[in-house]
T-cell receptor, first 113, second 113 residues
Framework: AQSVAQPEDQVNVAEGNPLTVKCTYS??????LFWYVQYPNRGLQFLLKYITGDNLVKGSYGFEAEFNKSQTSFHLKKPSALVSDSALYFCALQSGGSYIPTFGRGTSLIVHP | ETGVTQTPRHLVMGMTNKKSLKCEQH?????MYWYKQSAKKPLELMFV???????ENNSVPSRFSPECPNSSHLFLHLHTLQPEDSALYLC????????????FGPGTRLTVL
């Protein structure tokens, strides 16, 4: 069985500071890892994904994530947070040839002015 | 959200009503999904269709009945719902192969009185 953990329900950061939203996973086989963002009363939007290759993946809106196989992590990062980054962030995992993702519980990011 | 539309955006219904949610994707994808998102709960996968065939039914109560007449359209028929079924219902689509990104609609906010 595969699983995704987002250990923090909420992350608070001041505008201009770096942000990290954590994600760890458990799977047999090679993982495909995704980050999605959800703004209030909207659907989820794709940010970035790791399939293979470079462990550092760059995505939309200045976000990036680093795949760390030894720590089974795929943390989302941004060097300088904006108030407009405040949203709900989901980590997701696919593996074993399945196209159906397993989602984490979501982390609410709040960026304070 | 671009490319996946959902109607209606908001729906209020009584427990004895019958209503339907509609999802349409203009992306040429083969797989379509229904998710339920309730406050304070993880995203719940309800149904998956691939090439119009249902491939996943995650123990969803029979008061929810999906229909996929073609790869572009997905419906969720609702009857005799309970107040705890009030939630945001999200539709998504993807090409249908491992490693694919999911594209979400804006959701239908359902309130059951």
């Amino acid at each position: 069985a595969q699983s995704v953990a987002q250990p923090e329900d909420q992350v608070n950061v001041a505008e201009g500071n770096p942000l990290t939203v954590k994600c760890t996973y458990s799977v047999s086989g090679n993982p495909y890892l995704f980050w999605y963002v959800q703004y209030p009363n909207r659907g989820l939007q794709f940010l970035l994904k790791y399939i293979t290759g470079d462990n550092l993946v760059k995505g939309s809106y200045g976000f990036e994530a680093e795949f760390n196989k030894s720590q089974t992590s795929f943390h989302l990062k941004k060097p300088s947070a904006l108030v407009s980054d405040s949203a709900l962030y989901f980590c997701a995992l696919q593996s074993g040839g399945s196209y159906i993702p397993t989602f984490g519980r979501g982390t609410s990011l709040i960026v304070h002015p | 959200e671009t490319g996946v539309t959902q109607t209606p955006r908001h729906l209020v219904m009584g427990m004895t009503n019958k209503k339907s949610l509609k999802c349409e994707q203009h992306l040429g994808h083969n797989a379509m999904y229904w998710y339920k998102q309730s406050a304070k709960k993880p995203l719940e996968l309800m149904f998956v269709y691939n090439f119009k065939e249902q491939t996943e039914n995650n123990s969803v109560p029979s008061r929810f009945s999906p229909e996929c007449p073609n790869s572009s359209h997905l419906f969720l028929h609702l009857h005799t719902l309970q107040p705890e079924d009030s939630a945001l219902y999200l539709c998504a689509s993807s090409p249908g192969t491992s490693g694919d990104t999911q594209y979400f609609g804006p959701g239908t906010r359902l309130t059951v009185l």
